[in-house]
């Protein structure tokens, strides 16, 4: 019972590290930095293929970083992950880009992210709001329903010095 259960928490870490880390498939090069995702609490329930995360959530990846207060794996009949859902307080730190909402969810098979309750993108000074924003990281493809507000800020020595010959 021991070695499943080490098993199960071992496949539930790997599993949900890939998937943060944007490899859902791949295992991780021995070269590559560590993924570390840290939580006051961990449940694995093998039974459910199910890994939970709760309370003060960090996954931190050399490509990203993500927090939450609660972060849900469920896994395949194969141990991959299937679907992760973050929920309260969501950020997730890429490069100069933030996205923020109370809930992220990421359906690994089709690369679907879908970010809702007041999901907000920042990169640098712009902004995109919306209801809903949905990403489908395989096709680089971005819809953002009902309520769409993208705000742009012209960078300086950019496209609007360019329009007006300066």
């Known amino acids: 019972m021991k070695s499943m259960f080490r098993w199960g928490l071992?496949?539930?870490?790997?599993?949900?590290a890939r998937v943060a880390a944007?490899?859902?498939?791949?295992?991780?090069?021995?070269?590559?930095?560590?993924?570390v995702i840290t939580s006051d609490r961990l449940t694995?329930?093998?039974?459910q293929r199910i890994a939970l995360f709760e309370y003060n959530v960090l996954v931190t990846d050399p490509?990203?970083?993500?927090?939450?207060?609660?972060?849900t794996v469920q896994f395949d009949?194969?141990?991959q992950a299937k679907t992760i859902k973050a929920e309260g307080r969501v950020t997730i730190t890429q490069l100069d880009r933030t996205a923020q909402s109370e809930l992220a969810t990421?359906?690994?098979a089709s690369g679907k992210i879908v970010l809702s309750g007041k999901p907000r993108i920042t990169r640098g000074r712009d902004v995109l709001e919306g209801d809903v924003i949905t990403y489908w990281r395989n096709e680089d493809k971005m819809i953002c329903q009902p309520g769409a507000r993208l705000l742009i800020y012209p960078e300086e020595g950019g496209v609007k010095d360019q329009f007006r010959g300066e």
């Open 22 to 35: 944007g490899a859902e498939a791949a295992a991780p090069a021995p070269e590559d930095p560590a993924t």
């Open 63 to 71: 490509k990203m970083q993500l927090a939450a207060d609660k972060l």
């Open 106 to 108: 990421y359906d690994v």
């Open 44 to 47: 694995f329930d093998a039974k």
């Open 10 to 16: 071992g496949l539930a870490l790997a599993a949900a």
């Open 77 to 79: 009949e194969k141990g």
